[in-house]
């Protein structure tokens, strides 16, 4: 089993910048892919960004390339989600996920597949 924990969602208007964290617990957090990903209201969830165990790999969606920043600390067992240059259409519960991939480092990209989620954090955009 792996517990996360998210934070730092809130409010920021347009162009601003938030930074998310999950924190983890449980068993061994190296030996998970991880990655975020959002829902909107009345919208299906959506995949963000994603990396490896060994963070050796990242993957971003289009609408956040060049815009977000996925990174994990193994030593403390956190993953972290810069976020710059917010939009409107960053409104979401963003939620932390992992699932593992042991002896593997690479990016998991369907959703389905990832096998322990957060609680979620809301991120609102103001026009």
């Known amino acids: 089993q792996v517990q996360l924990v998210e934070s730092g969602g809130g409010l920021v208007q347009a162009g601003g910048s938030l930074r998310l964290s999950c924190a983890a617990s449980?068993?061994?957090?190296?030996?998970?892919?991880m990655g975020w990903i959002r829902q909107a209201p009345g919208k299906e969830r959506e995949f963000v960004a994603a990396?490896?165990?060994?963070?050796?790999?990242?993957y971003y969606s289009d609408s956040v390339k060049g815009r977000f920043t996925i990174s994990r600390d193994n030593t403390k067992d956190t993953m972290a989600l810069q976020m710059n240059s917010l939009k409107p259409e960053d409104t979401a519960v963003y939620y932390c996920?992992?699932?593992?991939?042991?002896?593997?480092?690479?990016?998991?990209?369907?959703?389905?597949?990832?096998?322990?989620w957060g609680q979620g954090t809301q991120v609102t955009v103001s026009s």
């Open positions: 990396i490896s165990s060994s963070a050796d790999n990242t």
């Open positions: 449980g068993r061994t957090f190296g030996d998970n892919s």
């Open positions: 996920a992992a699932v593992e991939t042991v002896g593997e480092s690479i990016v998991v990209l369907t959703i389905e597949n990832y096998r322990y």
